[in-house]
């Protein structure tokens, strides 16, 4: 059993940075290959980004490449969402979720946080 917990949402400014955590609890944390997804207002959720349980294989949706950036640390048990260049389209609830592959397919993920409110404004 994996419990998630998000922080670090809030209102910026299109351009701005933001930086999402997930603190996990329980000792497997590090088995985990973590995901980041998003939902905005009348959407489906989305796949944003996913590490590897080492942090060597990570993997971005084209929409977020080279603006987004994940990471974890398992010695914290906490992943994190580098998120720059920001723009009004990436406003939605902030979701990290845990599974055993790093995917893309939400339904892959067993374990998921509450979210966290981003809104990008223009």
């Known amino acids: 059993q994996v419990q998630l917990v998000e922080s670090g949402g809030g209102l910026v400014q299109a351009g701005g940075s933001l930086r999402l955590s997930c603190a996990a609890s329980?000792?497997?944390?590090?088995?985990?290959?973590m995901g980041w997804f998003r939902q905005a207002p009348g959407k489906e959720r989305e796949f944003v980004a996913a590490?590897?349980?080492?942090?060597?294989?990570?993997l971005y949706a084209d929409s977020v490449k080279g603006r987004f950036t994940i990471s974890r640390d398992n010695a914290k048990n906490t992943v994190s969402l580098q998120m720059n260049s920001l723009k009004p389209e990436d406003t939605a609830v902030y979701y990290c979720?845990?599974?055993?592959?790093?995917?893309?397919?939400?339904?892959?993920?067993?374990?998921w946080g509450q979210g966290t409110q981003v809104t990008v404004s223009s």
């Open positions: 979720a845990a599974g055993r592959l790093v995917v893309t397919i939400s339904t892959t993920y067993a374990y």
């Open positions: 329980g000792r497997t944390f590090s088995s985990y290959a």
């Open positions: 590490i590897g349980w080492s942090g060597s294989s990570t």
